[in-house]
């Protein structure tokens, strides 16, 4: 008879099931411990993560820090470094109001605009330029602001001035010396002699003698550009008794500008145009100027201005440019536009504060709403009151990125929840 295999020895029957109860038992242990730990709702998870945001004020104090260390950043030897730094001090002033901090600190932001204007070259000075711009526009309406500017102004007006500076530099310059004297020029002499400054630089692109437009490289007419913007921001203040006789003087010689080879050139001297038929005519209902019919021609070839060799954007944004503009001096009708922020509007409904708008928005970029909200500064520019202050009962929209924020938030914790309800879902089966 063959031989039975011997049996191999294993744990009793009763000593496996214990085996098995036991891992078991850790299993569903590990399973239950996980599912504890992780939040039972969606909700829950959201309010979780609201839970561990960090403070305003701690935000703030983090931010500060930020700012200090770019500020001693500015005098470092690495060019790089100080434009970087430079940068971050201009991103944080635009996206924040920042006036505390400011105005504690603006003998060190004044000597740092200007040592990068003297010492700086090229994207340095133009970065200095615009920060010069901004510590105006954080200080507000006042002595400080009126210090700062005197301070600045001579700085700004030779390097605008210099022909050996980058032509970039030079452009920021100007538009940093119009807007500064727009907000903080102490006397109307001052915007006189500014004005002065900026005619000498862009009435390089008027006709010359033999009635042909000059040529210009596209940086020069962008110099050009900014100084005609910043002279017809500041030609917006300018009382009724001077803009008379400045009618006489330069009505007659922005024209010559609206045949330039450059899109941005034509438009701003088209506004330019429109203003002063805009305030003339606060003077004179009847006002049309020397030859009101040779310009509307000329202005509404280019509204319908459909050249191939332009940029099909350049047409559009032209055509729709100069339709307005034609219609404020023939019709005497004021281009309308409504800004929403917040829970606030507000009305350009003319030419004066349609430029204004348009240039502090050039400086401010995406924080134009934060500094129309909390900044009295630009509030007193356009009427819009004192701040208004939104207490815990209030109801404040949030913004874009805010609510990009929360909405990121929800998702990943909607994903972790899901995620362990599936795993639960397949222990229990």
Same mark, same amino acid.
């Given at each position: ?19 098995? %109860?036991? !891992? ?9 411990? %996980? ?10 998870? /959201?309010?979780?993560?609201?839970? *561990?945001?960090?403070? #305003? ?6 931010? #500060? ?9 500015? &005098? ?17 002033? &635009? ?12 003998? &060190? ?36 602001? #009126?210090?700062?500017?005197? /301070? ?6 030779? $390097? ?24 903080? *020029? ?18 390089? %692109? ?10 210009? /490289? ?40 609206? #045949? ?9 001297? !088209? ?56 219609? $404020? ?67 404040? @929209?949030? %913004? ?8 990121? *938030?929800?998702?990943?914790?909607? &994903? @972790? ?6 795993? @639960? ?5």
């Amino acid at each position: 008879m063959p031989r039975r295999k011997p049996k191999k020895k294993g744990p009793a029957k009763g000593a496996e099931r214990d085996h098995a %109860s036991e !891992g078991d038992t850790e299993e569903t242990a590990s399973i239950t411990s %996980s599912h504890m730990s992780e939040p039972d709702s969606i909700e829950e998870a /959201t309010l979780n993560g609201q839970d *561990a945001t960090v403070d #305003e004020t701690d935000a703030q104090e983090l931010l #500060e820090e930020k700012m200090r260390d770019n500020l001693d950043g500015t &005098t470092q030897k690495s060019v790089q470094g100080r434009r970087t730094c430079l940068e971050n001090l201009r991103t944080a002033f &635009t996206r924040k109001y920042l006036l505390d901090f400011v105005s504690d600190r603006k003998m &060190t932001i004044s000597d740092c605009v200007e040592r990068c204007l003297k010492k700086g070259k090229g994207e340095e000075q133009s970065l200095a330029a615009n920060l010069g711009v901004l510590l105006l526009i954080q200080l507000g309406a006042g002595d400080e602001s #009126e210090e700062a500017f005197k /301070t600045l102004q001579p700085l700004l007006k030779v $390097t605008l001035l210099d022909k050996t500076a980058a032509v970039k530099a030079r452009a920021s310059c100007a538009f940093a010396l119009g807007v500064g004297c727009f907000l903080a *020029a102490e006397e109307f002499e001052v915007v006189v002699d500014t004005m002065t400054t900026l005619e000498q630089i862009f009435s390089e %692109s008027y006709h010359k003698g033999d009635g042909t437009s000059p040529s210009h /490289t596209a940086n020069v007419t962008m110099l050009h550009c900014a100084a005609l913007s910043s002279w017809t921001l500041l030609l917006s203040i300018t009382p009724p008794s001077r803009v008379i006789q400045m009618v006489e003087s330069h009505l007659p010689r922005l024209p010559d500008l609206l #045949e330039s080879e450059d899109v941005n050139l034509r438009i701003v001297a !088209g506004e330019a145009i429109a203003m002063f038929y805009e305030l003339a005519r606060e003077d004179d209902e009847e006002f049309e100027g020397d030859d009101m019919d040779a310009l509307v021609l000329k202005l509404r070839d280019l509204a319908t201005d459909s050249n191939k060799y332009r940029a099909k954007k350049d047409r559009r944004h032209q055509r729709s440019s100069f339709r307005d503009i034609i219609r $404020t001096i023939e019709e005497n009708d004021a281009p309308y536009e409504i800004i929403k922020f917040g829970t606030e509007e507000l009305e350009l409904d003319s030419w004066v504060r349609r430029r204004q708008y348009g240039v502090l928005r050039e400086v401010l970029g995406s924080g134009t709403n934060i500094h129309l909200t909390e900044n009295p500064l630009l509030r007193d520019v356009f009427g819009l009151g004192a701040p208004i202050l939104i207490g815990p009962g209030g109801v404040k @929209k949030i %913004s874009r990125f805010e609510r990009h924020q929360c909405n990121s *938030a929800a998702f990943k914790a909607r &994903t @972790k929840v899901r995620s362990k309800q599936r795993d @639960k879902r397949v222990a229990v089966y």
